[in-house]
């Protein structure tokens, strides 16, 4: 990768980074949105409750992300009379659209798992303080016992977010143009195999411990108060 | 229910590839592992830089473009490098051995990590002790270390072996007759593209079901194992 290739390709690349970071953003914000009630489902004594969120994590975490993309974005095909009356086609004939699909369904399942670990690890004591103070259901999840699972569930959620971002990589196996995308175009006008990989492979290196930094930093500021104790 | 116009025995078949795949590169895996952990604690300082780098890069970078790397710009790269030297080659890498030492190698990544934590849960007397048997470094790491190892590890060993297996899917981009190709191969035939994807789908989910259980029953055998 020469001056003259980045110049040339720059702009594309950042294209392709900003497609990235987009379906990249986009899933991880509405996973999130949905994983906090899959995890309470999940944690539910109800079996109507219990058993579809059960079987929702299992599905999406005992699977590959490329099966799951294709599921939806080739399989989606097979119902396309069904879609169509029910005007969801033209959302499912789109690859962006249907990785974006896919990929929050994913992180959910995978979130949802690491939140459901968070909530029962919330000391049993701060719970009952809650109580105590006159706190319950909807006030007690929200001022305790989620502040404190996020706490607790952090590291391990950033991690599945560096993941995510990685697997977006996928997508450009249903045709779009996000990083990888845009560098197998190059390639496959310039032949320039490994100079391309190597550069959009030290790209997303960058991108991976730059968030992980951010995410250090506010796992630092989440534990500021053991910080201040030792 | 999966009618598939007779292509579901055919993926179903293809699941023998996915899982000869996932074996032989969790071998790999293990074995890059052990090189790992074993360069991450050497006393010259390039060999520990080297283990770093290896583990830094391997899982900050998606697998896709390294396999993309290994089986179509690695051939690029010893071609051209050939041409220079005024040779003309022509390199065509196997697909299932490009999937087996790509796959290998990103996990020998992950299994390093697990390797190292494994070494390091391990009480410095064993070694003393073993030093003071008169064993040599190597009979000690045969006999003292691995083992012991091995039992941390397992939990570790046994997560990497569910991830791997489903990143096995992949290798179908390079033209391996695995699950994924086999249904695709069955999708574009039939038209049914749902249906085929959905029999991959829940051929994977069988694969990591029986591992969970295998993980859980080997677990606990060797946590018996370990209680004298």
């Not at chain 1, 690349?13 to 995890?39: C, E, H, K, R, Y």
């Not at chain 1, 049993?124 to 007690?140: D, N, P, Q, T, Y």
């Not at chain 1, 305790?144 to 569930?153: D, G, H, K, S, T």
């Not at chain 1, 492979?201 to 930093?217: D, Q, V």
Request: aromatic share 14%; net charge positive; glycine share 8%.
């Amino acid at each position: 990768m020469n001056m003259e290739m980045l110049a040339e390709f720059g702009p594309r690349l950042l294209d392709g980074f900003w497609v990235t970071i987009g379906i990249t953003s986009l899933s991880v914000l509405i996973g999130l949105m949905l994983a906090v009630p899959v995890a309470l489902m999940r944690l539910s004594d109800l079996k109507i409750l219990k058993w579809p969120s059960y079987i929702f994590i299992f599905y999406f975490r005992g699977t590959p992300i490329l099966v799951q993309l294709f599921l939806v974005y080739y399989g989606s095909g097979q119902f396309r009379l069904e879609l169509s009356e029910l005007g969801l086609w033209q959302y499912f004939r789109g690859a962006y659209f249907c990785a974006v699909f896919t990929l929050t369904l994913n992180t959910c399942a995978y979130t949802a798992e690491i939140f459901r670990g968070a909530i029962k690890s919330v000391s049993i004591g701060v719970i009952e303080a809650g109580r105590a103070c006159g706190m319950s259901g909807i006030l007690l999840y929200r001022r305790v016992i989620l502040p404190q699972a996020l706490r607790i569930a952090w590291p391990a959620y950033g991690n599945e977010i560096i993941f995510l971002m990685q697997a977006s990589s996928l997508v450009s196996i249903i045709t779009l143009l996000d990083l990888t995308g845009v560098a197998r175009r190059i390639i496959s006008e310039t032949f320039a195999v490994y100079e391309v990989y190597i550069f959009v492979a030290l790209l997303y290196l960058a991108i991976t411990y730059i968030l992980a930094f951010i995410f250090k930093r506010i796992e630092n500021y989440l534990q500021r108060h053991n910080k201040a104790l030792s | 229910m999966f009618e598939l116009g007779g292509y579901t025995p055919i993926i179903i078949a293809a699941m023998k590839n996915t899982l000869l795949v996932g074996l032989a590169a969790m071998i790999l895996a293990i074995v890059f592992g052990l090189l790992g952990a074993w360069a991450k604690v050497a006393s010259q300082a390039w060999v520990r830089g080297l283990a770093n780098t290896y583990t830094t890069v391997v899982r900050g970078v998606p697998e896709l473009i390294l396999l993309l790397l290994f089986y179509y710009g690695f051939p690029q790269l010893v071609q051209d490098f050939a041409e220079s030297m005024g040779y003309e080659v022509l390199i065509d890498i196997d697909p299932f051995l490009a999937g087996t030492i790509t796959i290998g190698f990103i996990y020998g990544a992950f299994c390093t990590e697990v390797f190292r934590g494994a070494f390091a849960s391990i009480p410095t007397g064993q070694a003393e002790a073993a030093n003071a048997l008169g064993m040599s470094n190597f009979l000690m790491f045969r006999r003292i270390l691995l083992p012991q190892a091995m039992y941390f590890a397992l939990p570790g060993l046994g997560n990497v072996w569910m991830v791997l297996i489903k990143a096995t899917a992949l290798i179908s981009i390079i033209q391996l007759d695995e699950i994924m190709r086999m249904a695709k191969i069955a999708a574009n035939a039939t038209r049914e593209p749902f249906t085929a994807y959905f029999l991959a789908s829940l051929l994977f989910l069988g694969i990591t079901a029986v591992s969970m259980v295998g993980q859980h029953f080997l677990e606990k055998r060797v946590a018996k194992a370990g209680q004298h």
